[in-house]
Nanobody, 132 residues
Framework: QVQLVESGGGSVQSGGSLRLSCRAS????????MGWFRQAPGKEREAVAA????????YYADSVKGRFTISLDNAENTVYLQMNNLRPEDTALYYC?????????????????????????WGQGTQVTVSS
């Protein structure tokens, strides 16, 4: 059974940095797509970043480009989200997500950053709070 466990959330001041980690257990394949989503109170869950294991391609929401970096340790089944220059509007519950089925180069071209419906497995979420 696949499980995703996030860590690394916390509280920082505006302009600060945090690094989120998410380890996937129960899956031994090499091809995967892993992503980060976030949900602020009263708002819908939105995609933040995604990475594909095949070529290491990355995709970002416009709101985080240039500030956030997603990376993948494929051997350890662990995805990271380095968040720099954090803003109060980044405050949210951050979720790790994974898909191990639609991970071909064609799937990547078709999906890119993806939406909630593109991911099968989810972590429990980790809170990020940015104060001004």
């Amino acid at each position: 059974q696949v499980q995703l466990v996030e860590s690394g959330g916390g509280s920082v001041q505006s302009g600060g940095s945090l690094r989120l980690s998410c380890r996937a257990s129960g899956y031994t394949g090499s091809r995967k797509c892993m992503g980060w989503f976030r949900q602020a109170p009263g708002k819908e869950r939105e995609a933040v970043a995604a990475i594909y294991s095949g070529g290491g391609s990355t995709y970002y929401a416009d709101s985080v480009k240039g500030r956030f970096t997603i990376s993948l340790d494929n051997a350890e089944n662990t995805v990271y989200l380095q968040m720099n220059n954090l803003r109060p509007e980044d405050t949210a519950l951050y979720y790790c997500a994974a898909d191990f089925r639609r991970v071909s180069p064609w799937d990547e071209l078709e999906r890119g950053l993806g939406t909630q419906n593109d991911f099968t497995y989810w972590g429990q979420g980790t809170q990020v709070t940015v104060s001004s």
